[in-house]
């Protein structure tokens, strides 16, 4: 080794650690006026850990490390809430606590004094170490790490800092103790040829204690070092399992009603443990089977935003910018950009400003790429029900069908010869892009499959020798946990292995989509998306790089295409297209005069209404008229025959508010039956909280323009994410700069909401929810705490991903306890449970499984083969996921608690993985099941989702002044939630659909 530069690197690691405590340690502030203090008395997935001379306990609560008496009382913070620090251990001196924390963005090792000065990083660099356990001398701290690829077993000197690696199994291993002598380290592996609990011995030597494929965590050794107590999940139940060293049967220590949490036990005597379940601190002596409880109470400050919401005008008026460009493709001699918008293609000629429309007709159409000799376009369109592939001759205007197929098709790219088009084909859910790369013969029409199904890859792009395909593919950092970087992944033709190149080590490459790798046709380069910016890399023939980087703007770019001289880019700067020359570097503007408007009918209309839900109260007014001018309501009167207007009769039905979709991701590869498919349920209003923004924006002014049949959509972009991503459209920050460039983007674009996903560090969380504020624009996440300590306003999912492996909402048997439900409750977050994605769907169907499949837009919209994978996936989801559905019932508590303490909950799903449409009505059936009222799952679909969108001013509710967005239904859904699916009628700003229209797809 060069010791020079150990050397350096180590004054580097100390001054990096003096900047991250001050960073990380300042001094307290006021709480601001709004904020509220909230006592903790229970935790949902805590850790805690005995003090050597057993006095003291140190827990992780909601990311903090605090301090307790071993006999209970007030908790004592050593680390403030920034840090998402978790599972504590002592320093056999019992000076320090030691805890993995995410606070620069990564797990490392960290310590702080009891007193809580003196807060130390341990471990640095682009990984993961966790889980961490100090050896009984004081010199050596082991934990968990995937630095190699995989989760192992690594050791750290604490005086020089030195890492040992001490496992080398492909398999994850984890959750590492030392024996009481310090001889023997226990840790869990996932190897495959004996999954199970091993020991490793004082030679390095491994042996096998437990074997099981069940899911295992924290063993903990006995004081005699004869036995080890460790945590089981099997089938639904997490119990407290003890097991001699010598071998022999498990011996089950807790009863199978206790929710016991997945971290070490701590021993008080060799008679008695403390382990946490159950929200509470345990203490249970071996061989009984009472327990007592340490009571404890840590407070923590939330703070309620109070900011001016954007403001919004649902009025036609003056026409707006169309800034929903997709797929944009220069043709080889740079002359024309083709690309969709509004759900058409259109043809923009290089110095015209006003784009001409090349089809319109109702359908889709997405994905242009012109062939190397610019006379053909290959595009995606729905005209036979799925995105199929097409050909069009620009010279001739004829259409001709390429591929067809049963699933969806997207991303076409052209051969260098022009003889073959790559593409991909989804899979029959069509969940987030998943493909399958494949190529068709223009000529004789031959498909051949080239790639097994890749998870959400980037267009392909050919090598000029058409011998290699590139695209931005993951590679995941371990199979432990979902996360990785985007690579260049180098597919050859002629069967070679696959190869990973990266232009910039340990950094993710920009979303997955059309941003890169894209061939120059030359062969000389690749163009990407990287950090936000445009790039090139020079490379050799066979795609690998030959020399660094070169950054082509210092602002944001997306779709990056080559004209065909290589000499030049065209790419989609945020709201502009702009063109880079490589020869000299500069930008050049390209003007587009491009303009839509709302679809706003005129005149008068008046709906008899038999019962009317207004979304406000929890009963009906009935026979009444709702008189409607143009897109809004006018008045709501007493029936009267001969009114002025043309005649809604709902004399015999019930009218209610259009519902709210809070929590869907969509793509443009279902084709124009999506817009109907919402529009069938009754849903006028749809929350995506996690998309391609030119995608969600172009679906937006379609269905707003009225190009295309469809609801509201209140939209943000990509995922907001950390360092390691892991869906395609994720996106990788790696600075403040970069974030900033991106919540410019937000603002720019008009984003509804932010979507921080859960890679993300809070201080960058932070700086986000602060900068999108000051215009207006929410802000949502997967965390509770510190999210609502700086003013996060919305909550999604009562489980869903968490960059732990476990959740701070929801423990493994679907329990949330005191924690969770008063930081949501007295912060005034918006939380949306998606409920049907952790089991209600699956849950409903079974209870009611005629009415589920047999549901008429059901059927209308999906396919048999789609209906049978839905059904057949309840039976694989059961076998995954132990108590998936078992444990439903206490996921429908907690969401009637958090109602009945006063949080604001709104229905949303996670669709597609669970159905579009179909969705919402199974997360209402869901909630009502679990016993909240018609009334209030309604109300909760309906205004309180207006109200947690900022829309209540003009959506939510039917009261004169606010938009006609109304569903006409059959039955009393006040009475029998099933009802608001019967839809008759739905009413989009005003324009009316009927039920046979929507189910009726257009003709060629």
């Known amino acids: 080794m060069n010791h020079s530069f150990s050397r350096l690197h180590g004054i580097k690691a100390v001054i990096l650690s003096l ?216 089938q639904g139940v997490s119990q407290l399992e003890y097991v001699k060293v010598g071998g022999g049967d498990w011996q089950t220590l807790s009863e199978t009603t206790e929710d016991v949490f997945p971290f070490k036990v701590s021993w008080l005597s060799p008679t008695e443990m403390i382990y946490m379940a159950d929200g509470k601190i345990k203490r249970r002596k071996l061989g009984e089977k009472t327990t007592t409880s340490i009571p404890f109470n840590a407070t923590v400050t939330v703070f309620h935003p109070n900011y001016q919401r954007k403001v919004y005008n649902f009025d036609k008026g003056q026409p707006k910018p169309v800034k929903g460009l997709r797929g944009i493709t220069v043709s080889p001699d740079g002359k024309r950009i083709a690309f969709s918008a509004l759900g058409n293609l259109w043809i923009l000629e290089k110095g015209k400003a006003k784009p001409t429309p090349l089809i319109q007709d109702g359908f889709v159409y997405a994905d242009p790429a012109w062939s190397p000799d610019g006379r053909l ?40 010869d022009g003889k073959h088009v790559a593409y991909y084909q989804g899979d029959i859910r069509n969940a987030w892009g998943r493909g399958t790369l494949s190529m068709v013969d223009i000529g004789e029409g031959e498909v051949e499959k080239l790639h097994e199904s890749i998870f959400v890859p980037s267009q392909p792009s050919w090598s000029p020798d058409g011998k290699t395909i590139a695209i931005s593919e993951l590679q995941v950092a371990s199979s432990r946990f979902r996360e990785g970087i985007n690579k260049i992944l180098l597919i050859s033709l002629d069967k070679k292995p696959d190869r990973y190149v990266s232009p910039t080590p340990m950094r993710s490459l920009g979303t997955r989509g059309k941003n890169g790798p894209l061939w120059s046709p030359d062969g000389s380069q690749m163009a990407y998306v990287q950090d936000g910016f445009l790039w090139t890399l020079p490379v050799d023939p066979t795609g690998e790089p030959t020399g660094p980087p070169r950054r082509l703007t210092n602002s944001l770019a997306d779709s990056p295409t080559w004209t065909g001289d290589s000499g030049s880019i065209v790419y989609l700067a945020t709201d502009s297209l702009r063109q880079v020359f490589l020869s000299d570097g500069h930008i050049e503007k390209i003007p587009l005069d491009f303009s839509w408007e709302y679809n706003q009918p005129t005149g008068l209309k008046v709906i008899h209404a038999g019962k009317l839900f207004n979304g406000k109260d929890n009963s009906y007014q009935t026979n009444v008229d709702i008189v409607i001018e143009n897109n809004r309501i006018k008045e709501i009167a007493p029936h009267k025959e001969g009114r002025k207007g043309e005649l809604i009769d709902a004399s015999s039905q019930t009218v209610m508010p259009g519902l709210f979709e809070m929590h869907t991701h969509q793509s443009e590869m279902v084709g124009e039956k999506l817009g109907r498919l919402w529009l069938s349920f009754g849903i006028t209003s ?50 403040g700069a970069q974030l900033d460039l991106e919540l410019d983007r937000a603002v720019r674009l008009n984003y509804d909401l932010l979507k921080t996903y859960v890679r993300m560090p809070d201080y960058l969380q932070e700086r986000a929810t602060n900068y999108v504020h000051k215009y207006g624009i929410p802000v949502s996440s997967h965390e509770i705490y510190p999210a609502t300590h700086y003013g996060v306003d919305a909550v999604e999912h009562i489980g869903g991903t968490s960059r732990r492996g476990y959740s701070p909402k929801i423990t493994v048997t679907n329990n949330s306890y005191q924690d969770v439900i008063a930081i949501i409750t007295q912060s005034g977050m918006n939380i949306t449970p998606t409920a049907s994605l952790q089991g209600g769907f699956y849950t409903m169907a079974s209870k009611n499984p005629n009415s589920y499949y047999d549901n008429p837009q059901f059927k209308a919209f999906y396919t048999e083969d789609y209906i049978d994978n839905i059904k057949k996936s309840a039976v694989t989801v059961t076998k995954m996921f132990p108590g998936y559905l078992t444990n439903f019932g206490r996921i429908q508590t907690t969401v009637k608690k958090l109602l009945a303490a006063g949080a604001h909950v709104t229905a949303g799903t996670d669709s597609p993985f669970i159905p579009y449409g179909i969705s919402l009505h199974s997360e209402l059936q869901c909630w009502v099941d679990g016993g909240v009222t018609p009334f209030e799952a309604l109300r909760s679909a309906t205004l309180w989702s207006a109200e947690a969108v900022g829309v209540s001013k003009d959506l939510g509710s039917v009261e004169p002044g606010k938009i006609a967005d109304l569903v006409i239904v059959n039955g009393d859904p006040l009475k029998t939630i099933q009802d608001a699916w019967n839809v008759e009628k739905v009413l989009k700003n005003g324009n009316v659909f009927s039920i046979g229209e929507l189910l009726k797809s257009p003709k060629l």
Not at 51 to 68: F, V
Not at 380 to 396: F, S, V
Not at 690 to 700: H, V
């Open 19 to 234: 900047f991250l405590t001050l960073l990380f340690t300042k001094p307290a502030l006021a709480a601001p006026a709004d904020s509220t203090k909230v006592v903790l008395t229970e935790g949902t997935n805590m850790a805690v850990a005995l003090s050597p001379d057993k006095k003291s306990l140190a827990l992780d609560l909601q990311g903090t490390i605090w301090t307790i008496p071993v006999a209970g009382g007030k908790a004592k913070q050593l680390t403030d809430a920034m840090g998402d620090c978790r599972q504590p251990d002592w320093s056999p001196d019992g000076e320090r606590v030691v805890f993995h924390s995410y606070r620069d963005g990564n797990y490392h090792i960290w310590s702080v004094r009891k007193d809580g000065t003196d807060l130390k990083q341990m471990t640095f660099g682009a990984f993961d170490d966790r889980e961490p356990h100090w050896a009984p001398g004081g010199k050596t701290i082991v934990f968990s790490s995937d630095r190699a690829g995989n989760y192992d077993i690594w050791e750290m000197e604490v005086a020089t800092g030195k890492l040992t690696q001490l496992t080398t199994d492909p398999g994850n291993d984890y959750y590492p103790a030392y024996s009481a002598d310090g001889a023997k380290i226990a840790y869990v592996s996932e190897r495959n040829a004996a999954p199970g609990i091993y020991l490793l011995d004082a030679a390095r030597k491994e042996s096998l204690l437990v074997n099981s494929k069940e899911k295992l965590s924290s063993p903990f050794w006995h004081p005699d070092g004869q036995s080890i107590a460790f945590n089981s999940f099997i």
């Open 686 to 735: 749809l929350r995506e909280t996690g998309s391609d923004p030119y995608d969600a924006l172009e679906r937006k002014e379609s269905w707003d323009s009225g190009t295309l049949p469809g609801p509201r959509g209140f939209f943000t972009g990509y995922l907001t994410d950390g360092a390691r991503i892991y869906y395609g459209l994720a996106n990788s920050i790696g600075s």
């Open 377 to 416: 376009l290959a595009y995606t369109c729905d005209r036979q029900g799925t995105m199929d592939l097409w050909l069009r001759d620009l010279k001739t205007g004829k259409d001709r069908l390429l591929v067809e197929a049963s699933e969806d098709l997207n991303f076409p790219s052209w051969s260098p």
